[in-house]
């Protein structure tokens, strides 16, 4: 059985109370529709936005974002990638998915590698977005990844996993 008890902009809150292996349970969960990151390279540099992220400040993070209903991850990709930081991709590879709270939360973040990157556009920021475009070497946002300075999981398992898919060590 299932109770919503919040309904957001961005996500729900719900309780379940479910039986798992005759045992029943009470489990409340974020509902969430999901996300799409976008890991874009032009040359050795990456694609970065520097965001605020309130309650945590300015974060340096891949450009990503949440799906819209009835829009599929790839899709949300390319439209994200152009809103935050006005580049198209001529395409969109599925590099990794993963829940990045499985415990008590639905997200599900789909990360991708944009190929052949332009700039097409200035930014198409929403009303609540404070976001700059920064351009980096990949090798030091690996690095800065493992020295525990990229805090945004999405951002992490995609470089990690580009990385690895790629041999690209320091």
């Known amino acids: 059985m299932k109770k919503k008890i919040f309904q957001g ?18 489990r409340e969960v974020i509902e969430h529709p999901g996300a799409a990151a976008v890991l874009a390279l032009e040359g050795n ?5 520097k965001q605020h992220r309130f309650p945590h400040g300015f974060v340096l993070e891949i450009p990503a974002g949440t799906l819209m209903k009835g ?8 439209r994200e ?9 001529a395409k969109m590879t599925a590099l990794v998915k993963y829940y990045p709270s ?19 556009s ?7 977005e404070i976001i700059s475009v920064v351009k980096m070497d ?3 946002v690996l690095r ?4 525990g300075k990229i805090a945004d999981s999405k951002t992490i398992c995609a470089v990690l996993t580009y990385a690895m898919k790629n041999k690209i060590y320091v």
């Not at 902009?9 to 009470?26: E, Q």
């Not at 540099?45 to 936005?49: A, I, P, R, S, Y």
């Not at 990638?81 to 991709?89: D, P, V, W």
């Open 9 to 26: 902009r961005v996500l729900s809150l719900s309780v379940y109370n479910v039986a798992i292996r005759g045992r029943k349970v009470t």
């Open 45 to 49: 540099n990456l694609l970065m936005v």
């Open 71 to 78: 829009e599929s991850p790839r899709r949300c990709a390319f």
């Open 81 to 89: 990638l152009k809103e935050e930081t006005g580049y198209g991709a």
């Open 102 to 120: 499985i415990g008590y939360n639905t997200e599900v973040i789909h990360c991708f590698v944009a190929s052949k990157i332009r700039k097409i």
């Open 122 to 128: 200035a930014l198409e920021l929403d009303d609540d």
């Open 138 to 140: 990949f090798k030091k």
């Open 144 to 147: 800065m990844v493992l020295a």
